[in-house]
T-cell receptor, first 116, second 114 residues
Framework: NAGVTQTPKFQVLKTGQSMTLQCAQD?????MSWYRQDPGMGLRLIHY???????DQGEVPNGYNVSRSTTEDFPLRLLSAAPSQTSVYFC???????????????FGPGTRLTVL | AQSVTQLDSQVPVFEEAPVELRCNYS??????LFWYVQYPNQGLQLLLK??????LVKGINGFEAEFNKSQTSFHLRKPSVHISDTAEYFC????????????FGAGTRLFVKA
């Protein structure tokens, strides 16, 4: 049971480039989310999904796209990278037996992204 | 909408001293409350959670938190800290009327000194 996995661990982009951050979980969780972590600002929700085919925007969605074609995967796409997107990105999942709403979120190890 | 305020951005403390990390929340509906810990260069992991019932919640590594509905607070405490407790701590809130969307505070960095 690998939990929540994220790739890559580190990435450097040039302004204007696009890329996809990968996230996968093997716990059959319904809920998955993407956060960015910036110094002094905690974790801010970018996008989330409550099941395959269902996504919604969080607090800071601009410049990011998501899709959820399977329960396991929830990739985050940067359409045209900007220096303001330099951050650490965390994917998280939650759910479990009978979709229990009491369950906490399980986090991946993060992706450290630098946009030059 | 929910919001979370962590009142201290950094808390330095000597080893074996007690510590309290403060968290206040705002919500128009009842909520679930969580504390997560993040060790350097790692993801977050759950310390403890309040769902209902007893307002004093015990978690891992000797931490506990008390839910105070009238003051809308959920402060985290430990009676005696260790060097290994040095980490960043996040308070989080989720409404209990359905859904998984969780809002996090800005974090409190705990420094334990020898």
């Amino acid at each position: 049971n690998a939990g929540v996995t994220q790739t890559p661990k580190f990435q450097v982009l040039k302004t204007g480039q696009s890329m996809t951050l990968q996230c996968a979980q093997d716990m059959n969780h319904e809920y998955m989310s993407w956060y960015r972590q910036d110094p002094g600002m905690g974790l801010r929700l970018i996008h989330y999904s409550v099941g395959a085919g269902i996504t919604d925007q969080g607090e800071v969605p601009n410049g990011y796209n998501v899709s959820r074609s399977t329960t396991e995967d929830f990739p985050l796409r940067l359409l045209s990278a900007a220096p303001s997107q330099t951050s650490v990105y965390f994917c998280a999942s939650s759910g479990g037996v009978a979709g229990s709403i009491y369950n906490e979120q399980f986090f991946g190890p993060g992706t450290r992204l630098t946009v030059l | 909408a929910q919001s979370v305020t962590q009142l201290d951005s950094q808390v330095p403390v000597f080893e074996e001293a007690p510590v309290e990390l403060r968290c206040n929340y705002s919500s128009s509906v009842s909520v679930y409350l969580f504390w997560y810990v993040q060790y350097p260069n790692q993801g977050l992991q759950l310390l403890l959670k309040y769902l209902s019932g007893s307002t004093l919640v015990k978690g891992i590594n000797g931490f506990e938190a008390e839910f105070n509905k009238s003051q809308t607070s959920f402060h985290l405490r430990k009676p005696s800290v260790h060097i290994s407790d040095t980490a960043e701590y996040f308070c989080a809130v989720r409404k209990n009327t359905g859904g998984f969307k969780t809002i996090f505070g800005a974090g409190t960095r705990l420094f334990v000194k020898a």
